[in-house]
């Protein structure tokens, strides 16, 4: 695993791990910050850094 996919994984676990505390901790749970840090879970694990798509479509454009 090179260290910029580390470093991106190691974000992910962190944003699950506030959605988790978030879900556990807050009645009502706030639901869209919750999805929020889910998403961005997701993105963070396949390494692609936030402006990725913008970067891709700007050299396909």
Sequence with gaps: MTQE???WY???VVD???????KKTYY???TEI???HC???AEKAYGNPPDFSIKY???TG
């Design 5 to 7: 996919i580390k470093e």
């Design 10 to 12: 190691d974000r992910a």
């Design 16 to 22: 699950l791990g506030v959605a988790k505390h978030l």
């Design 28 to 30: 009502p749970s706030p």
């Design 34 to 36: 919750i999805c929020y």
């Design 39 to 41: 998403q961005q879970a």
């Design 57 to 59: 479509m700007q050299r």
